[in-house]
């Protein structure tokens, strides 16, 4: 029988188009695997209330490779860590161009710049609006940069080079983040978000699953994110990597990971809930389902160090999921 507290509080968000409070997050995190399947088709009904049947593809261009200072225990690109992946320094601004022209053709509607280590140079805040500036000019892409921490006149050149959106992720709840990162502050992370918002650009933040956080600490991820009020939620699944902290994590299940999408999507009933890296290794064949789970954005091509599925294969996912309605 289908559950109707769950039902009942999914009319309740799309009738007032208000979010969950954090009691009810709490509970509906601790529900039996047994309602995950209510959970999600309640999920979908809001999601198909506000925003329609509409899939956003995001793509990104790891940028500048390794070395981070940063010693976050999942990333293949912290210095701390011995991963086996490619290190370089900012791309030139002509690679840069000519992946998000390709990129563009290939239908993506979303262009990210990614950059590792803690923030830009002077001379690589240049190349990157340089590359921007030409972009806006020659596509109707939105475009993104993932840069590191921001200073508030570089988040004023970015946004005046017509990048319009920021993504710079928490990763995870400020009770866990010690456990997966000690080189900075939690709240150097929260600042960066308030220095983009008062630029003008639109946030895009989020975080990982599977990196041995507990529900209360997804809920608490959920409700921080709420309070910043960013526009647009990335979520992540642990891929372990070899030569990580994390590299032994068992990979969260498909159920668990679809249920994470789902509470977000209750709580955040009217903000872009994308699903990014991790999602082929830990989703497998239940890929089709993120978009039932709540999900309407969807990064599409290679992550940072680690490969994703071919575009034409997404394209035809969200097609077939377009024309079910799903």
Not at 70 to 89: G, M
Not at 167 to 172: G, P, Q, S
Not at 232 to 246: K, Q, V
Request: with cysteine; hydrophobic share 40%; net charge negative.
């Amino acid at each position: 029988m289908f559950d109707a507290t769950i039902l009942n509080i999914a009319e309740k968000i799309i009738n007032t188009g208000g979010g969950i409070r954090r009691d009810q997050a709490e509970a509906l995190a601790h529900l039996p695997p047994a309602k995950t399947f209510d959970l999600l088709v309640c999920a979908h009904k809001i999601r198909s209330h506000f925003k329609d049947n509409g899939i956003f593809k995001c793509a990104i261009i790891n940028a500048k490779s390794g070395v981070c200072s940063e010693d976050c225990a999942f990333c293949a690109q912290s210095a701390h860590h011995q991963a086996a992946i490619e290190t370089y320094d900012l791309l030139d601004s002509d690679q840069l161009i000519a992946t998000g022209l390709a990129r563009h053709q290939s239908g993506a509607t979303q262009y990210a710049i990614v950059t590792s280590g803690l923030a830009l140079t002077e001379a690589e805040v240049e190349t990157v609006t340089t590359v921007a500036r030409t972009l806006k000019a020659k596509t109707d892409l939105t475009l993104c940069a993932s840069v590191g921490m921001l200073t508030a006149p570089v988040a004023r050149q970015l946004k005046a080079a017509g990048i319009t959106r920021y993504h710079h992720n928490l990763e995870t709840a400020r009770s866990f983040f010690d456990q997966i990162c000690t080189t900075h502050d939690y709240e150097d992370d929260i600042e960066t978000i308030r220095v983009a918002k008062a630029a003008g650009m639109t946030v895009c933040s989020g975080g990982i699953f599977g990196l041995g956080e507990s529900w209360q600490h997804r809920v608490e991820l959920a409700f921080t994110l709420k309070e910043l009020d960013v526009d647009s939620l990335p979520l992540n699944f642990l891929n372990p990597i070899a030569g990580t902290r994390l590299s032994d994590r068992p990979l969260l299940s498909p159920m668990e990971a679809l249920k994470c999408i789902a509470l977000f999507r209750f709580i955040h009933p009217r903000k872009d809930i994308t699903i990014c890296g991790g999602r082929e290794i830990t989703l497998k064949d239940f890929q089709s389902w993120l978009f039932m789970a709540g999900a309407n954005g969807l990064m599409v091509g290679n992550y940072l160090t680690t490969q994703g599925r071919r575009i034409e294969d997404d394209f035809e996912m969200i097609e077939a999921c377009l024309r079910l309605e799903i």
